[in-house]
């Protein structure tokens, strides 16, 4: 039986899934003004949105058995993933390392036969995201949000275009990050426990995911090639100023912020270690700040804030979300992990299902292939969508993108990915 605890904690869980999906209207509410307009726009804050009902569990707890049980619950959790994220997102997005990345997008753009402003929307859509597993997920994530907010997302409406590139984009990166056994968060979670490294994973789901994201990107480019071309999306709006020149990157800093990029990623597993290169990072970032944008320190915070709440929530998910998963064969195992994964985090799923015991190879594989699959359905799916979100919000309308648009523009990317992964294998 679940403890009193366990079960508030699962009513807040469900609480809060039903407020991301209902952040549009908090938006719609704020954007009317008035007394509480300042409350409505903090709930319409998906950033927000976890981290305020987790909080609402720690008083809850509090309260129930008192405050040390509190305390000693949030000091079991593990906020690694949580603080890497935050500082990732930080390295990654600033000016030298987006300038490097934008000069490769380029430059891999003029190989391919194609018209520029179509090549480059398709090798962001391709490229960045497959490059997730070699710099990690959340910094794929955040490179592909600048480059494609900066480049087409600038200009107000056209947010049918806007929903289709962002559906292609999350599933891309949920999928692209696991060609390595270390860059997404859900092969990470279960790599050491069913024993599997690069190897094993470029050669059972490497092929998979590369062709599922190269068609993702091709219908989506091929669907708004017409508008690419008629320069109706990107640039700057007409009514704003064009931004000041500012001085050309060194390389020599490029190198530097990649060296920071790096050793980031080496030590994603060490929390000390990663916030000690952050304070670094931000020490020498600001003795060149003629090289700098102003550093997405707040947007990381707030990411942070929101898988640190998923952190807490899902903690106590563990008493019914297991027993799911165990009774489930590999078929319905596949099925029904993207389902769950678009209402819990494809990472927590994976390690509840890695707890489960007598599991054969085929089990394994379908429980990490589902897991990712639905990792681009919503905001909560998968650790590095919040970053995206929290970049790309400002260009939809009301200044928040509808979960439910959100979903129906994954759905078709979601629906390739899962039949790429379920083609025969060598599990049978």
């Known amino acids: 039986m679940p403890s009193h605890i366990e079960i508030v904690a699962t009513a807040l869980f469900a609480i809060a899934v039903i407020h991301t999906f209902s952040v549009p209207v908090f938006a719609r509410m704020a954007n009317r003004g008035g007394t509480h307009a300042g409350l409505w726009h903090l709930l319409s804050e998906v950033e927000a949105v976890f981290g305020v009902w987790a909080c609402a569990l720690f008083v809850w707890i509090g309260l129930a058995d008192g405050l040390g049980s509190a305390v000693e619950y949030l000091d079991t959790r593990n906020f690694t993933e949580p603080a890497f994220v935050f500082v990732i997102m930080v390295v990654a997005a600033s000016r030298p390392i987006l300038e490097l990345v934008n000069q490769c997008v380029h430059g891999l753009a003029r190989l391919i036969p194609m018209r520029k402003e179509v090549s480059v929307f398709f090798v962001i859509l391709t490229l960045v995201p497959l490059a997730g597993s070699l710099v990690t997920e959340p ?46 968060p859900p092969v990470l979670m279960v790599a050491n426990t069913f024993g599997w490294d690069t190897a094993f994973m470029a050669t059972h789901f490497g092929w998979r995911v590369i062709i599922a994201v190269l068609i993702n990107a091709s219908i989506l480019t091929l669907i708004c090639r017409p508008h690419l071309l008629d320069g109706s999306l990107g640039g700057r709006p007409d009514h704003l100023e064009p931004e000041p020149e ?33 304070v670094l990072f931000i020490g020498y970032a600001h003795a060149y700040k003629r090289h700098q944008s102003p ?48 209402v819990t985090d494809n990472a927590a799923l994976t390690y509840l299902g890695s707890l489960v015991e007598g599991t054969n190879e085929l089990w394994r594989y379908m429980l990490v292939a589902g897991a990712v699959t639905g990792g681009g359905l919503t905001v909560i799916a998968n650790a590095p969508n919040p970053a995206g979100f929290a970049i790309l919000k400002g260009c939809f309308g009301d200044g928040s993108i509808s979960p439910l648009r959100l979903l129906g523009a994954a759905s078709v990317p979601t629906a390739i990915a899962a039949f790429m992964f379920l083609l025969p294998n060598a599990f049978g």
């Open 295 to 342: 550093l997405l320190i707040r947007e990381g915070l707030m990411v942070g804030f929101f898988l640190a709440g998923l952190v807490v929530l899902g903690g106590l998910q563990q008493w019914w979300l297991q027993d799911l998963l165990g009774g489930m064969s590999p078929t319905m195992l596949f099925v029904g992990a993207t389902a769950l994964t678009a």
């Open 139 to 184: 910094a794929a994530m955040t490179l592909a949000a600048l480059l494609i907010r900066d480049a087409y997302f600038r200009r107000p409406g056209q947010d049918g275009f806007k929903y289709l590139t962002l559906g292609v984009l999350f599933v891309n990166i949920s999928i692209g990050g696991v060609l390595t056994a270390y860059a997404a």
């Open 246 to 278: 500012r001085p050309r990157v060194s390389y020599v800093v490029m190198a530097v912020h990649v060296l920071f990029l790096f050793c980031v990623v080496m030590a994603s597993h060490h929390i000390t270690i990663f916030l000690a290169l952050l």
